[in-house]
T-cell receptor
């Protein structure tokens, strides 16, 4: 059973560029959350997608946007990159198709992340 | 607002020593869940345990044990007889049902180094 897969694993961009990160959730999961983890910090919530809609958003600017596709996979887009956007971007999936039980109890299954370096 | 504090940024122990990782949380909700995740150097966070706010029973799983005390808003994690493979960053997280959706807040993590 495949877990959460993310691509690319590493990438380098320059300031002002745009980047797209991709995530395929664990089989059976329908909710995708994105987190930003700066060096030495804990994951910070960016946003969450369910049924192809953004249903929650953390304290991140509009330069961060996303999308969820009918097959539950997701993309994270960051425009006008800043040096401070350099981080590990983690995708986490949760939930089960057909309905969730005890939503607050959902265990997040994480991918290995995409490490973005902005020069 | 939710908050999770892991005051220990780095801990080093010699193999076979016991080690306790501290976690203190803040929430106004009466129903919530607490988690511990492990992040090895590969980067992928791995789920270790989940507790709900109504279950204060301590739990033991092999060399791992967890002490949940609602009165002090703490959810501490102990590794007994530590091993080199335990070296990783450990995150405590708090989850509630905010606005109808799950909201998870992570602490800043504790880096554990087990020295052979």
């Amino acid at each position: 059973d495949a877990g959460v897969t993310q691509s690319p694993t590493h990438l380098i961009k320059t300031r002002g560029q745009q980047v797209t990160l991709r995530c395929s959730p664990k089989s059976g999961h329908d909710t995708v959350s994105w987190y930003q983890q700066a060096l030495g910090q804990g994951p910070q919530f960016i946003f969450q997608y369910y049924e192809e809609e953004e249903r929650q958003r953390g304290n991140f600017p509009d330069r961060f946007s996303g999308h969820q596709f009918p097959n539950y996979s997701s993309e994270l887009n960051v425009n006008a990159l800043l040096l401070g956007d350099s981080a590990l971007y983690l995708c986490a999936s949760s939930g089960y198709r057909g309905g969730e039980v005890g939503v607050g109890a959902n265990v997040l299954t994480f991918g290995a992340g995409s490490r973005l370096t902005v020069l | 607002a939710q908050k999770v504090t892991q005051a220990q940024t780095e801990i080093s122990v010699v193999e076979k020593e016991d080690v306790t990782l501290d976690c203190v949380y803040e929430t106004r909700d009466t129903t919530y869940y607490l988690f511990w995740y492990k992040q090895p150097p590969s980067g992928e966070l791995v789920f270790l345990i989940r507790r709900n706010s109504f279950d204060e029973q301590n739990e033991i799983s092999g060399r791992y044990s967890w002490n949940f005390q609602k009165s002090t808003s703490s959810f501490n994690f102990t590794i007994t007889a530590s091993q080199v493979v335990d070296s990783a960053v450990y995150f405590c997280a708090l989850s509630d049902y905010s606005g109808g959706y799950q909201k998870v807040t992570f602490g800043t993590g504790t880096k554990l180094q087990v020295i052979p």
